[in-house]
């Protein structure tokens, strides 16, 4: 069973979810800007990498969009996180027949697996899961 949250992609994610949280009522409960990554650039260290926001009682990430640029239809992406590393890879499969995989499924700086996917359909997805302990 995987859990749903939407991932929005912005000019100004900061911007962005203050005017949502004076808009509905909540707060930035976490963010990373690209500076706090090893071998940041100087040029990229105050964009926003990861935000989670609560606004409206609703939890939803968001992030600067530094490796493209925004156009209508690339700014929302559909994220799914999984409980178990084989439920994600069989929906990360399944989602990238016909599309394109603009992100493999591996393990992630920040400790999950993650993978991003375009559909064949033009939707975004991000799947993510802990990874399962292997014990030798």
């Not at 992030?63 to 799914?80: Q, R």
């Amino acid at each position: 069973m995987a859990k749903y949250t939407t991932f929005i992609k912005s000019e100004d994610a900061k911007a962005q979810a203050e005017f949502y949280m004076q808009a509905l009522g909540g707060e930035i409960q976490s963010m990373m800007t690209h500076g706090q990554l090893p071998d940041a650039s100087e040029e990229l260290k105050d964009k926003v990498l990861h935000l989670c926001v609560l606004a409206g009682g609703v939890n939803f990430f968001m992030s600067d969009s530094v490796f493209e640029p925004l156009v209508k239809g690339n700014n929302v992406h559909l994220a799914l996180d999984f409980e178990t590393e084989a439920e994600a890879r069989q929906a990360f499969e399944n989602l990238a027949a016909g599309g394109h995989i603009a992100h493999p499924f591996e393990p992630a700086f920040w400790g999950s697996l993650f993978g991003e996917i375009e559909d064949k359909f033009g939707i975004k997805w991000m799947i993510t899961a802990a990874p399962e302990v292997r014990q030798g």
